[in-house]
């Protein structure tokens, strides 16, 4: 594993540090000043709710939210608190001691993001089925991959990346949206391991290029080309953009899938360029895509079916040469996800 340098398309050299301290302490300080006030008002929530949810049977939706609410808000506190434990015990260690740091963060996100799927499972009735079985990660060192995901539903890249932590046993390098920087803990240990942070600046495909780059065995590179989660009308949106942008045979075939978003592949094919010896794992998954705002998590919580995923691997040697070639590629793989995702959704599964 290649140690997490600095990340393309950020700030200067020079202010990026600053520009990174700045933030943290605000939002480490918001977290601190408003966690005592909003974890009282989730207790209240729980405790208002529990007579609600005996008196009419219901599923007890305000309880659970609240408690695992309550719970991601500790959990990300508990993760502040192992950080600055982590960077006072490597501080004598300096630059060199990058690696290390970096195994430590994974460790402590493996360790967080399995308190929050234990979590879910309890409140939630989160279940998930992987086909096939993933390989035993007692086999010692496999990679370095790229991974290719759908993108639907809340909390399907935490779910995805737990996944590969604890029963994969690979190191995700992770292409997150610039938004989560929000979340204090997430931003602190994700800045120490390889990462990088979208939209940069224009020079996407060069971050992600350069993260690629470093995959060593042991590694995955975690992108999601549908650049979002999926809804209809972000289809829909996405479908009349490539037909303005005269990209009129891409969105005829776009609009043959219907539970998938037409793949930006300027990313991907970054990664590949950048990784030439690496195999690509594509994932497929339904069932988390029924919640996808406040609105379906009212509804739809706790799950009536459960969480599947299906993933492939595709050796380094069978990905086509050429980014066109990769291109179309990458179309035909992306309807497979779709076939795949259509043949097992449930009947609640949110579909165009």
Not at 79 to 108: K, Y
Not at 111 to 135: C, I, N
């Amino acid at each position: 594993m290649t140690a997490p340098g600095a990340r393309a398309g950020g700030p200067a050299r020079l202010t990026g540090p600053l520009v990174t301290g700045l933030r943290r302490t605000l939002t480490t300080g918001l977290l601190l000043a408003l966690l005592p006030v909003v974890a009282a008002l989730l207790v209240v929530a729980a405790l208002l709710g529990a007579p609600v949810s005996l008196a009419t049977r219901g599923p007890w939706r305000p309880v659970r939210i609240a408690c695992f609410a309550l719970l991601y808000l500790l959990v990300d506190l508990a993760g502040l608190v192992a950080a600055a434990g982590l960077w006072a015990r490597r501080l004598p260690e300096g630059r060199e001691g990058a690696e290390r740091r970096a195994t430590d963060a994974f460790a402590v996100l493996e360790r967080l993001l399995s308190v929050l799927r234990r979590a879910g499972e309890r409140l939630f009735r989160l279940r998930v089925e992987v086909t096939p079985p993933l390989p035993d990660r007692s086999g010692g060192a496999a990679g370095p991959v790229l991974v290719l995901a759908r993108h639907a539903g809340t909390g399907d890249s935490f779910l995805l990346l737990q996944t590969l932590l604890s029963r994969a046993g690979l190191r995700p390098h992770t292409v997150l949206k610039r938004v989560l920087r929000a979340d204090p803990a997430l931003d602190v240990l994700v800045g120490r391991v390889p990462h990088c942070f979208l939209p940069s600046s224009g020079r996407d495909r060069d971050a992600i290029g350069d993260l690629a780059a470093g995959l060593g065995p042991g590694d995955a590179l975690v992108l999601f080309p549908e650049g979002g989660n999926f809804t209809p009308r972000r289809r829909r949106r996405a479908i009349a953009s490539l037909r303005r942008r005269g990209a009129a045979v891409r969105a005829r075939r776009a609009e043959r899938m219907h539970h998938v978003l037409p793949p930006r592949d300027a990313g991907a094919l970054a990664a590949i360029a950048a990784a030439p010896t690496a195999d690509v794992v594509f994932v497929a998954h339904t069932g988390l895509d029924v919640v996808h705002s406040v609105r379906t998590a009212w509804s739809r919580l706790p799950l009536r079916e459960s969480v599947r995923a299906h993933w492939w691997r595709v050796p380094a040697s069978r990905v086509p040469a050429g980014d066109d070639a990769r291109s179309e590629w990458l179309l035909g793989q992306w309807a497979r996800v779709d076939r795949w995702t259509a043949g097992h959704a449930g009947p609640d599964a949110t579909r165009a």
